[in-house]
């Protein structure tokens, strides 16, 4: 049940857990927690060029030994590589670092301003030449959402965003659920900053289950895909044993509640203006 994926609408399967890497240190740190991730039960890896950890995402992989068509890896081209040109040498470069003859998912990291669907149109490229499984966006809002569905060719297989409850998304999640556009949480634990809640502690007790747990829980019973990071080998496997236990329509409903609409992140619409 580890294994648990969703289908992408180009027709490809993508695990409901993964795991990410942002602020992961490159070199040991990036090698041993991906490892332990794999070991754990985790086939989604979750990467950027700008976490600059790539290689050792690459290294965890190859040391794994797990058959590369089990794994499923994401990465994402950078603001300052947008454009068409750059961006497929983004991707190039971003396979080399990873040492992969192909990625599953590859994303726009933020909509930046008047570049977005020149982007775009080399995620289109890369999709056709099969260099990459699936192709998405990440931190669009709907407005970005609807501009880039005028003219594109392809459309995003997901759009991941910052969601977890106190930020719940409700109308981009509604938005993406009628394109059928899959929806990825990042920070999906809030950063790890809502663990004291007592509403979730009072759940998370209930089923025998740790806070964090109650909330990928609540994600993946929202359909939503997540990627949580830790490099605690204990909170690695915490993180991933989800399997065991439901929330009730009413403690979903109590989950719901806690949303206030908080980033902890940049709000896309900073990229509105040109810098
Ligand atoms: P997160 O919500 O996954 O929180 C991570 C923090 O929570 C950890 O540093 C740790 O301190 C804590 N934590 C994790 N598991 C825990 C547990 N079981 N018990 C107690 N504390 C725990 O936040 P994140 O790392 O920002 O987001 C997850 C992933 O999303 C990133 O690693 C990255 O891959 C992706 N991401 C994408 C974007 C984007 O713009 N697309 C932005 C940020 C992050």
Same mark, same amino acid.
């Given at each position: ?20 890497? !942002? ?8 090698? @041993? %927690? ?11 890896? @979750? ?27 994401? %990465?994402?081209?950078?603001?300052? @590589? ?5 961006? $497929? ?5 971003? $396979? ?9 998912? !590859? ?21 056709? @030449? ?10 669009? =809002?709907? =407005? =970005?959402?609807?501009?880039? $569905? ?12 910052? $969601? =977890? ?94 949303? %206030? ?15």
């Amino acid at each position: 049940q580890q294994n648990t994926k969703v289908n992408l609408h180009n027709g490809i399967k993508m695990p409901i857990i993964g795991f990410g890497v !942002y602020k992961v240190e490159a070199g040991t740190e990036t090698v @041993d %927690s991906v490892k332990e991730a794999i070991k754990a039960g985790y086939r989604l890896i @979750d990467t950027a060029a700008i976490y600059q950890n790539e290689s050792g995402v690459g290294q965890a992989i190859r040391e794994s030994k797990v058959p590369r068509e089990e794994l499923f890896i994401t %990465s994402k081209v950078w603001n300052d @590589d947008q454009g068409y040109d750059s961006t $497929l040498k983004a991707f190039d470069e971003s $396979l080399k670092r990873l040492d992969l003859d192909y990625l599953d998912l !590859y994303l726009i990291h933020w909509p930046v301003a008047g570049k977005y669907s020149d982007t775009w149109r080399a995620m289109e490229k890369l999709y056709k @030449d099969g260099k990459v499984r699936a192709i998405g966006v990440s931190n669009f =809002h709907v =407005h =970005h959402l609807e501009n880039l $569905l005028k003219d594109a060719a392809e459309i995003p297989v997901i759009n991941q965003i910052e $969601l =977890h409850p106190r930020l719940n998304q409700e109308q981009v999640r509604n938005f993406c659920r009628n394109q059928s556009i899959a929806v990825e949480a990042w920070a999906p634990l809030g950063k790890g900053k809502l663990l004291d809640q007592p509403e979730l502690i009072k759940i998370a007790d209930k089923h025998q289950k740790t806070a964090a747990q109650v909330i990928l829980r609540w994600h993946l019973q929202n359909d939503v895909i997540v990627i949580p990071k830790s490099v605690n080998p204990s909170r690695i496997r915490e993180n991933i044993d989800l399997f065991d236990f439901t929330l009730s329509l009413k403690e979903m409903k109590q989950i719901n509640a806690l949303n %206030s609409n908080e980033r902890f992140g940049t709000n896309p619409d900073k990229y509105e203006s040109p810098q």
